[in-house]
Structures are given as C-alpha cells and as structure tokens.
C-alpha cells in the first residue's frame, strides 16, 4: 500500500479537464509544500511536471497546474491532448526520517 | 545539462546482491543529491533511499534498511546501489534520480535498470 493515495483512473476527452488527487497526512502532504507529480509513459522514465505543490519547470506546458488544500493535493490538467495519456505520480517529503513517499499513481485515459 | 546513465540489465538469482551503476555527466557528482527510485512490473514508484545534504548522510528507507547500499565514486563520477538478499519481490526497474536545477523534487532521471530475480 502506497503511503500517498490517488485514484487508480481517470478519463477524459480531448480538450475536456480532468484533476488527479492525492491524498497524504499531516505528516507529508499537510505539512510541507514539497509536493511534485510526475508523468511517465509507458517503457520510460517518469518525467517532473509539477514541483513545490505548483511550480512548472521549463518546458512543461501550461495546461499542466497543481495545487494544495490541507493533506490532498491536486494536479490538473486542462485541454486535454491524446499524448497527456499516461500514468501519474504524485510525491511528497515526509519527514528527516521517511524522507520521500510517492503515490500509487493514475493512469489517464485520453478517450 | 546533467544527464544520467545506467547500467544494464542484470538477471540474478534468489539469495544473491545486485549492484546497479548511475553515470553523471555534465556535472559532478558531489554537487548532485542522488537518489535511487524503483518499480516492479506494472506498480507503482517506490523511493529507496539517497543523499540528504542537510546532514551530508545518505538515508534509507525503512523498507530496505540492512539490504541496500547506496555509494558514491567521485573519481568517475558515478553512484552505485547494491541490494543484497535479492528474492522475487526485488524484480523491477531501478532508477536513479536527482535534484540539480529544483533542490525539491526529482528533475532529472536516468533511463532505468531492469532486474530480474528467478531461479
């Protein structure tokens, strides 16, 4: 069992909103602002698109925003596009002692 | 740009260590906080220990304290992961991961080391 809870699917069509939540503690989630998501296609390596619960590195489009309201924090993704089709994974630090705790992930369908 | 690069593929059996290699080039190891992340097949990303600069030691999570070790070569400029008492359980894809440009999050990755463990 992941230490950070989301829903295992979503699904949208293209040009539709979808949001992905994640749900921790007040241990992770509900006590830092160091919450980053990252997308990983299938056979790849995940790739950052969300840090510090809503920062957007460099390159990463601006359909992509994240946002944080108590222990859940939330990723959402507007103007959906059929290459948004993958899975998801939200992060947390959690502490001196666990350090960093990950999701279970989501995987986006793109109908 | 940092880039990260693996070693390859390795087949192990039960009982066994591993010891998966993560090259850095186009900056210097000691500058980088590495952190290793794995995924068994069709699960999720599970975090299994790296370098807090906080205190300059590397931690370990739980879950793998007593059988992973996490090492660094500055000469080569290249991490290592060692996980020893290697069962079933342990098959998955092993990646290594920093924070160079974020210092909060995992912004570069390398391409992933697949281990199987079978008998």
């Known amino acids: 069992q992941s230490a950070l809870t989301q829903p295992a699917s979503v699904s949208g069509s293209p040009g539709q909103s979808i949001t992905i939540s994640c749900t921790g503690t007040s241990s992770d989630v509900g006590s830092y602002n160091l919450v980053s998501w990252y997308q990983q296609h299938p056979g790849k390596a995940p790739k950052l698109m969300i840090y510090?619960?809503?920062k957007r590195p460099s390159g990463v489009s601006n359909r992509f925003s994240g946002s944080k309201s108590g222990n859940t924090a939330s990723l959402t993704i507007s103007g959906l596009q059929a290459e948004d089709e993958a899975d998801y994974y939200c992060c947390s630090y959690a502490g001196s002692s666990t350090f960093w705790v990950f999701g279970g992930g989501t995987k986006l369908t793109v109908l | 740009q940092v880039q990260l690069v693996q070693s390859g593929a390795e087949v192990k059996k039960p009982g066994a260590s591993v010891k998966v290699s993560c090259k850095v080039s186009?900056?210097?190891?000691?500058?980088?906080?590495m952190h290793w992340v794995r995924q068994a097949p069709g699960k999720g990303l599970e975090w299994m220990g790296g370098?807090?600069?906080?205190?300059?030691?590397?931690i370990y999570a739980q879950k793998f304290q007593g059988r992973v070790t996490m090492t660094e070569d500055t000469s080569t400029d290249t991490a290592y992961m060692e996980l020893s008492s290697l069962r079933s359980e342990d098959t998955a894809v092993y990646y290594c991961?920093?924070?160079?440009?974020?210092?909060?999050?995992?912004?570069?990755w390398g391409q992933g080391t697949m281990v199987t463990v079978s008998s």
């Open positions: 370098f807090d600069p906080e205190d300059g030691e590397t």
């Open positions: 991961a920093t924070d160079w440009w974020s210092s909060s999050a995992f912004d570069i």
């Open positions: 186009g900056y210097t190891l000691t500058e980088l906080s």
């Open positions: 510090e619960v809503s």
